[in-house]
Nanobody, 117 residues
């Protein structure tokens, strides 16, 4: 069984920073793509940032220059450093990962990020 557990969400004022963390636990041979998604009320879930096993990074345009994704393969963790937060960044943030010994993707339970104006 594979589990992704996020932490680090919370309430912050506009312009502030938060760092999200996600640890992968369970029967994992190798982590492949890892990423962060978010879903705001009334909106579809969207990709925020993705990092491949080789280190290639993709960001949604709205967070470029403000958010930084990174990973620690030894610890089986992925991080999202969020700076210059805006009210429109308010959403539930989900960690996702693909692993080499399973054809499916795995998701965390989500962590709430609320940015007040």
């Amino acid at each position: 069984q594979v589990q992704l557990v996020e932490s680090g969400g919370g309430l912050v004022q506009a312009g502030g920073s938060l760092r999200l963390s996600c640890v992968a636990r369970g029967n994992i041979f190798r982590l492949n793509n890892m990423g962060w998604y978010r879903q705001a009320p009334g909106k579809e879930r969207e990709l925020v940032a993705r990092i491949t096993s080789g280190g290639t990074i993709t960001y949604v345009d709205s967070v470029k220059g403000r958010f930084t994704i990174s990973r620690d393969n030894a610890k089986k963790m992925v991080y999202l450093q969020m700076n210059s937060l805006k009210p429109e960044d308010t959403a539930v943030y989900y960690c996702a990962a693909d692993i080499s010994n399973s054809p499916r993707s795995y998701w965390g339970q989500g962590t709430q990020v609320t940015v007040s104006s």
